[in-house]
């Protein structure tokens, strides 16, 4: 355990055991708990189909936010953080959702870019506003859920909800933390490649054309968070098989839980088919609609990146909580 070649692969062989034992588990499952049987090797024909069917969809995006990221990089000044208090941070706050509304980037496009806006130095509610908000805040967001919604109130209640809990929350982060370092990570915040002068490869100083510049960086984006991006299409596959082989896996409470798995378009397809043919929108759902996009399992895992260990747990706690308030005052309003 101590040679090398094991600890160069450290992280990959651990992540290769957890996966194991996730597969693993599922073979042991009762069908009295709901779960129905099937072969490891059908295991693994639905994780390797998942998994392909999430990174076709969601790659796409994840090279048009490295994209994005480079030339905000190469081309935008650096944010000069200064101590504000009180009104100053709501402000942070709604920055950072503002910018969503410009940045169509999608779930996984837009954790490069958060990365790129922690290294500018942007203000911490502003980049944790940012990270919530532009799931849904952006303008594939906001089309995405008025076709799922059909233009009916519930749409006003999602995007609504999605702007508090983002906002909320960006100040709540900053508030309680005492340093950015308590929120992101130091290899972000001192050792960013384009600033590091010692660094050859600094890509500022190259004498070579902005395009060719920010093709170089686009390409080095995508290789610091590619391991993160399939680590989470790998989880989000084997969440996948769980629903998939549960025996009431059409029930509205299993399907509650594919915005937070599954790729976008499966997730928008159900919701819409569901309301189409009558259903309705109870709290529950509405947390699955806002939450399952913020907190989306290759988000988390790719955002592990950036954030602190103990903020990003504070951040999904913080988050969860907020929808889950919002969605029962809407309910509670609704009903009255």
Do not use: C
Request: aromatic letters at 12%; proline letters at 4%; charged letters at 10%.
């Amino acid at each position: 355990m101590n040679s090398p070649l094991f600890r160069l692969f450290r992280k990959e062989v651990y992540w290769l055991l957890f996966f194991i034992g996730l597969v693993g588990l599922r073979q042991i499952l009762p069908q009295a708990w709901g779960f129905t049987s099937i072969s490891f090797v059908d295991e693994l024909a639905v994780i390797l189909q998942s998994f392909m069917q999430v990174v076709l969809v969601t790659l796409p995006f994840l090279l048009i936010g490295t994209i994005f990221s480079a030339l905000f990089e190469l081309f935008f000044a650096d944010f000069v953080i200064t101590n504000q208090r009180g009104p100053l941070k709501f402000i942070h706050s709604l920055a950072g959702l503002g910018l969503s509304l410009l940045t169509p980037l999608g779930e996984i496009g837009s954790v490069p870019f958060t990365g790129k806006l922690i290294e500018k130095g942007w203000p911490t509610a502003a980049v944790v506003a940012y990270f919530l908000s532009v799931p849904l805040i952006n303008p594939v967001g906001l089309a995405s859920v008025f076709v799922i919604t059909g233009g009916s109130k519930v749409f006003i209640q999602v995007i609504l909800s999605a702007i508090i809990i983002a906002v909320f929350s960006g100040l709540i982060i900053e508030i309680t933390s005492n340093t950015r370092r308590d929120v992101f990570k130091e290899s972000l915040l001192e050792l960013p490649m384009l600033k590091n002068k010692s660094n050859p490869s600094n890509y500022k100083d190259l004498k070579i054309s902005p395009l060719n510049k920010a093709a170089i960086l686009s390409v080095d984006i995508l290789l610091q968070y590619s391991r993160l991006f399939i680590i989470g299409s790998i989880l989000s596959a084997i969440g996948w098989l769980y629903l998939s082989s549960y025996t009431y896996s059409e029930d509205l409470a299993v399907k509650i839980l594919l915005p937070f798995i599954s790729e976008t378009g499966m997730t928008g397809s159900f919701l819409k088919t569901y309301l189409a043919n009558g259903g309705s929108v109870n709290w529950i759902l509405q947390i699955s609609m806002i939450a399952g996009g913020m907190l989306h399992v290759q988000r988390v895992v790719m955002a592990s990146k950036m954030f602190q260990r103990q903020a990003l747990i504070a951040l999904i706690i913080v988050t969860l909580l907020l929808t889950v308030m919002i969605s029962l005052i809407w309910n509670f309003a609704t009903i009255g």
